[in-house]
């Protein structure tokens, strides 16, 4: 597991909001060591202005994202509704074989 | 019983440097040669030597990739690394796709035959030069990147704009942003000419 942050050096975020993001990485770690069967897995937090961005990254067996369209799954509803929460944007990349990545944007609460 | 060596490389003065330079040893025996990484292959299929001396630049693959290829299919064949590069870099990959060493092309022939001695036995041989490097880069780690950066990094280096990259990864021009800004932090570099710059001389792209 590899844990890099870039700019976070003297920033103070607000307890809610690093809470849910806390969470968030939280869920996607556990669908990686439940499900992945992944061997290296990335957590990267950068902030650049007002925005942070983390990205969840393994390399286990991936899935076919499609599903999740009609997936009622508590984890992931719990997922969308954390950034959606917190206004972020999610982009996930997975495919069956090549690992899994989620890239998700957070304007920073002023 | 006399070691069996192969080389790939594709710089015929090369190969033809090492075979006059392995010629008056006795404990050789020059199997050949391949300039690709397919004919190298196809060559393995009939028959294996003992040592294969390969080159990290090949037309149509890398020798990190191939060195991993030819570990896994024949494992009993050492490999040793040959190039004008001493870069801790491809070094390093060379080593983990399973190289027994690494030589420079400006080594000697006893430098050779030691490196030739050293991976027979089982062991690993890297020349003075490569050691020095391996030990003085310790410290300087090629940082981590994940995949969307990587395929940013490759992106920006074909020349793309930020409003090209995001319609081919289907992601916002904001977000191909934030990627290439967390590109120029990792590499601590100025520009994305630094950045292109960098990656190209580490083998990233």
Redesign the interface.
């Known amino acids: 597991m590899v844990y890099q942050s870039i700019g976070l050096e003297d920033t103070q975020l607000n307890q809610t909001f690093s809470i849910t993001i806390y969470r968030i990485v939280q869920e996607i770690l556990n669908n990686t060591l439940k499900h992945a069967n992944a061997t290296t897995a990335i957590v990267q937090l950068t902030k650049h202005n007002n925005q942070l961005s983390v990205t969840v990254e393994d390399d286990g067996k991936g899935f076919d994202t499609s599903i999740l369209t009609h997936s009622k799954g508590i984890g992931w509803t719990n997922i969308q509704n954390r950034i959606e929460f917190v206004k972020g944007h999610l982009d996930l990349q997975s495919r069956p074989g090549e690992g899994t990545s989620y890239h998700m944007e957070f304007p920073l609460p002023e | 019983m006399a070691t069996k060596i192969f080389i790939v490389d594709d710089h015929y003065m090369v190969i033809e440097g090492i075979r006059s330079i392995l010629q008056e040893e006795k404990s050789i025996e020059w199997m050949g040669h391949a300039s690709t990484a397919a004919s190298c292959l196809a060559f393995l299929q009939k028959q294996q030597p003992d040592i294969i001396l390969m080159d990290i630049n090949l037309p149509d693959m890398s020798g990190i990739d191939l060195c991993k290829e030819v570990r896994e299919k024949y494992p009993s064949t050492f490999i040793v690394g040959l190039s004008t590069f001493n870069q801790q870099s491809f070094i390093q990959r060379m080593m983990e796709n399973g190289a027994s060493g690494y030589v420079l092309k400006n080594a000697t022939q006893e430098e050779l035959m030691e490196a030739f001695q050293t991976v027979l036995k089982g062991k690993v041989y890297l020349s003075d030069d490569v050691s020095q490097t391996l030990r003085k880069n310790a410290d300087a780690q090629i ?2 990147l ?3 950066e990587k395929e940013v990094l490759e992106l920006i280096a074909e020349g793309l704009t930020n409003i090209e990259i995001a319609s081919r990864l289907f ?2 021009t ?2 191909v942003d ?1 990627h290439r ?2 590109l120029l ?2 590499f601590d570099v100025r520009n994305t000419a630094a950045l292109v710059k960098y990656a190209m001389l580490h083998k990233l792209i």
């Open positions: 940082p981590v994940t995949r969307r992601i916002s904001t977000t934030t800004k967390n932090a990792k």
